[in-house]
T-cell receptor
Framework: GAGVSQSPSNKVTEKGKDVELRCDPISGHTALYWYRQSLGQGLEFLIYFQGNSAPDKSGLPSDRFSAERTGGSVSTLTIQRTQQEDSAVYLC?????????????FGPGTRLTVL | KQEVTQIPAALSVPEGENLVLNCSFTDSAIYNLQWFRQDPGKGLTSLLLIQSSQREQTSGRLNASLDKSSGRSTLYIAASQPGDSATYLCAVDLRTYKYIFGTGTRLKVLA
């Protein structure tokens, strides 16, 4: 398909374990975004990539969270030593150029549950 | 700090009604505002994007307006249908390549 894809769709893990969430943006999109949607909360910005670099990491909630993007395409969000408060739906989006007039296209999300 | 509020949090209407969803934001220095739709288990779908120089945008049965000075936007849905049932989110763009989202309005249109 031509849309943004994310894997896995669901992830259940035990507290203290590390998890990796993957995002495949739309081909040719240079900008990639990660958001988090917790139960009863709005979407919370985590990090923005332009190409392989991340000019804005301001939303990462703690140093347990990190993200990388390789080849200007696939991105991985890693959460180390997961905590129960990390349980949320993690959404990835991409846009063609990253300018503010660009529409962001969202993936279906990864639902993370930390037991 | 920019805060985005959506009212009502939930809305249930009979099919065919016209309805209005409200979004308010605290800082009028926005670059644009976007309305999204979110279906259960799916990502967000962009509905309408209004740039700061615009007052409204229309797409089919949807019309979104923007009043920056008062910090408000409304999404008008005409002749609602059961397929319109979803969560509607508004988001403001602060020129920093990230959106600040509201908590959404859960809409249910009854057949």
């Amino acid at each position: 398909g031509a849309g943004v894809s994310q894997s896995p769709s669901n992830k259940v893990t035990e507290k203290g374990k590390d998890v990796e969430l993957r995002c495949d943006p739309i081909s040719g999109h240079t900008a990639l975004y990660w958001y988090r949607q917790s139960l009863g909360q709005g979407l919370e910005f985590l990090i923005y990539f332009q190409g392989n670099s991340a000019p804005d990491k301001s939303g990462l909630p703690s140093d347990r969270f990190s993200a990388e993007r390789t080849g200007g395409s696939v991105s991985t969000l890693t959460i180390q030593r997961t905590q129960q408060e990390d349980s949320a739906v993690y959404l990835c989006a991409s846009s063609r150029t990253g300018t503010t007039a660009d529409t962001q296209y969202f993936g279906p999300g990864t639902r993370l549950t930390v037991l | 700090k920019q805060e985005v509020t959506q009212i009502p949090a939930a809305l249930s209407v009979p099919e065919g009604e016209n309805l209005v969803l409200n979004c308010s934001f605290t800082d009028s220095a926005i670059y644009n505002l976007q309305w999204f739709r979110q279906d259960p288990g799916k990502g967000l779908t962009s509905l309408l994007l209004i740039q700061s120089s615009q007052r409204e945008q229309t797409s089919g049965r949807l019309n979104a307006s923007l009043d920056k000075s008062s910090g408000r936007s409304t999404l008008y849905i005409a002749a609602s249908q059961p397929g319109d049932s979803a969560t509607y989110l508004c988001a403001v763009d602060l020129r920093t390549y990230k959106y600040i989202f509201g908590t959404g309005t859960r809409l249910k249109v009854l057949a």
